[in-house]
C-alpha cells in the first residue's frame, strides 16, 4: 500500500508507505471495496462513525460516500466536507504535485450584470509556457462565450468541465465600465502540465518601509515524482534577497491557494515566523487508533512539528506581515495563519477562507490490482496555544474584494496589495479605481472558481 497524506485548500504534508510494486490480476469492485473499508476503519478521522455493516455490492465510488460522516449544516456542523476518492491513483497523486492536464489558465465564474443569468469568466492567473499563454490569456481577461455559446448559469458547467479542445470569446469594457463582447476568439487544448506554484515577488520601498512582496498558488515542493526540493528552495531564494534588502514588512500572496503539503507549509511558515526551530508550528490530532498505534511506535513527537531553522528567515526584522485572502485560500493557507498567530501580528486583507483545518493521506493500492486512490481526512491541525477555531474559516481584518476588472499582480491599483501597502504606510500609494460598496457587490456574484479543483480543492496532506 502506498499513503500519502495531505491536508487540504488545508493541512500540507505526505506520508509514504509503500510496497514494492508487482504485476497483479485488476481487483474487482467488491475486493476494492474490502480495501477502502478496512483503510477508512484505521484511517479516517471519524472512524467511530463508520457502519459494521457495509454494502459492498456498491461500486467503489458510492461505496465509499457511504462510509463518510457528511457534514450537515444542522445536524452535523463538526462533518466531514472534504474527504473524496478519484478513480485513477496515479492522477490523484499527480495533481496533488502540481501536475494535471489543463489549459494552465485559472479563472473565477460570476453573474454579470448583478442579478441576471449572464455568466463571464475572468482570468486570475496564467501558468508560463502553457497553452493558455501561448494564446495569448492574461490575468484580467474575460470571457463570455464558449465555443460559440454564451455563458449562462445552466450551461456554464457542461461547456467547461471538461477535457476537450475549447474556443473562448474575449468581453471587453466600454469607458463606463459595460462589458460589450468582443471579436477576439482565443483557442486553446489542455495538455499535462506541471505548474510552478512560486508565480510571483518584488519589492517596495516607501520611506523608511522596505516591503516583500509574493505571490505563492499552491504548498508544492517540488515537480511531481522529482525530489529536489525546487519549488521550496525558490521560495527561500526569495527571502534571502528580501532579508538581503531589510524588508520589514511582508506581504504573502495566499488569495488563490487552495493548499497542499504540509512540508511546504512548515518551509513557508518558518522564513516568517519570529521563533526557533524549538517551538511548535502546530500539532496534528487523530482518531484513537491511529494516536495510540503511532504514539507506540513513534513517540509524542509524531503528533507534532517545530518550525525549521531557515537562515533566510526574516521574522526578526518584519514589523508588519499581511496575507491575501480569499474564499479560494485554504488548508495549507489557513494552517500557516493559525501557525504564525501565536508568534507574530498576523493582518488578513480579502475574503473569508475555507476553514479547513483537518489534514488528509493518500491511499493508494497497486500492489493489490487496485487503480482507485483514496483522499480520506485524518487529522485535525491546532497550533502552538492549542487552537483551531477556523473550522468556518477566517475573517478578514480588512474585507476587501478584487472586482471582476483586474489588475497585474504587483500593481498597487490592485484592491487587496493597495489595502496592504496603504495599511503598512498609512498612506495610499495609488489611487483606487473603485470604491468598497461596488467591490462587494460584484464578490457576491461570484458563482465558482476553476482553483477549487486545484489539488482537490482545498487539501492539505502530509510528507513523512
Avoid at 344 to 369: A, E, H, P, R
Amino acid at each position: 500500500m502506498k499513503l500519502k497524506i495531505f491536508l487540504p485548500i488545508l493541512f500540507l504534508a505526505t506520508m509514504f508507505f509503500s510496497c514494492k510494486e508487482r504485476n497483479v490480476d485488476p481487483a474487482s469492485e467488491t475486493e476494492t471495496n474490502e480495501w477502502i473499508y478496512a483503510n477508512m476503519k484505521y484511517w479516517y478521522y471519524w472512524n467511530d462513525y463508520i457502519t459494521a455493516s457495509p454494502d459492498y455490492s456498491k461500486d467503489p465510488k458510492a461505496f465509499f460516500e457511504s462510509l463518510l460522516y457528511k457534514y450537515n449544516a444542522t445536524s452535523r456542523p463538526d462533518g466531514d466536507r472534504f474527504s473524496w476518492i478519484q478513480e485513477s491513483a496515479d492522477e490523484l497523486q499527480a495533481s496533488l504535485g502540481g501536475e494535471s492536464k489543463t489549459t494552465g489558465m485559472e479563472y473565477k465564474l460570476v453573474y454579470y450584470p448583478s442579478g441576471s443569468t449572464n455568466v463571464i469568466g475572468v482570468v486570475l492567473y496564467v501558468a508560463p509556457d502553457s497553452p493558455a499563454s501561448k494564446a495569448g490569456f492574461a490575468r484580467g481577461d474575460i470571457f463570455s462565450s464558449v465555443n460559440g455559446q454564451k455563458l449562462s448559469g445552466t450551461n456554464y458547467s457542461g461547456l467547461l468541465n471538461n477535457q476537450d479542445k475549447k474556443t473562448f470569446t474575449l468581453s471587453k469594457p466600454d469607458k463606463d465600465g459595460v462589458l460589450e463582447e468582443g471579436t477576439i476568439v482565443k483557442e486553446v487544448t489542455p495538455v499535462v502540465l506541471q505548474e510552478d506554484p512560486v508565480f510571483f515577488d518584488t519589492t517596495y520601498t516607501y520611506g523608511a518601509n522596505k516591503i516583500g512582496y509574493v505571490v505563492y498558488h499552491q504548498f508544492v515542493p517540488e515537480p511531481y515524482q522529482a525530489n529536489n526540493g525546487l519549488y521550496d528552495k525558490k521560495l527561500d531564494n526569495i527571502f534571502a534577497k528580501f532579508k538581503a534588502g531589510n524588508v520589514n514588512a511582508l506581504i504573502l500572496d495566499l488569495r488563490y491557494n487552495p493548499g497542499g503539503y504540509v512540508s511546504s507549509a512548515t518551509n513557508l511558515a518558518s522564513l516568517i515566523v519570529r521563533a526557533t526551530s524549538n517551538d511548535i508550528f502546530y500539532y496534528k490530532e487523530y482518531n484513537d487508533e491511529v494516536t495510540e498505534t503511532s504514539r507506540k511506535k513513534f513517540g509524542d513527537s509524531y503528533f507534532y512539528d517545530k518550525f525549521a531553522a531557515k537562515a533566510q528567515n526574516i521574522g526578526s526584522s518584519l514589523n508588519h506581515v499581511y496575507i491575501l485572502v480569499s474564499s479560494n485560500s485554504a488548508s495549507a493557507s489557513e494552517l500557516v495563519i493559525n501557525g504564525l498567530k501565536p508568534y507574530m501580528n498576523v493582518t488578513l486583507i480579502g475574503g473569508k477562507t475555507v476553514g479547513k483545518n483537518v489534514g488528509s493521506v493518500t491511499l493508494t493500492g497497486k500492489d493489490k490490482g487496485i487503480k482507485w486512490g483514496l483522499q480520506p481526512i485524518v487529522s485535525k491541525s491546532l497550533n502552538k496555544d492549542k487552537k483551531s477555531d477556523y473550522n468556518t474559516g477566517f475573517v478578514p481584518d480588512y474585507p476587501v474584494s478584487e472586482g471582476i476588472f483586474l489588475f497585474p499582480y504587483g500593481n498597487p491599483k490592485d484592491p487587496l496589495l493597495g489595502e496592504a501597502l496603504f495599511r503598512i504606510t498609512g498612506t495610499h500609494v495609488v489611487r483606487q479605481a473603485k470604491d468598497a460598496r461596488i467591490l462587494q457587490e460584484e464578490e457576491s456574484q461570484v458563482i465558482n472558481s476553476s482553483i477549487t479543483k486545484k489539488a482537490g480543492g482545498s487539501n492539505m496532506f502530509f510528507k513523512q
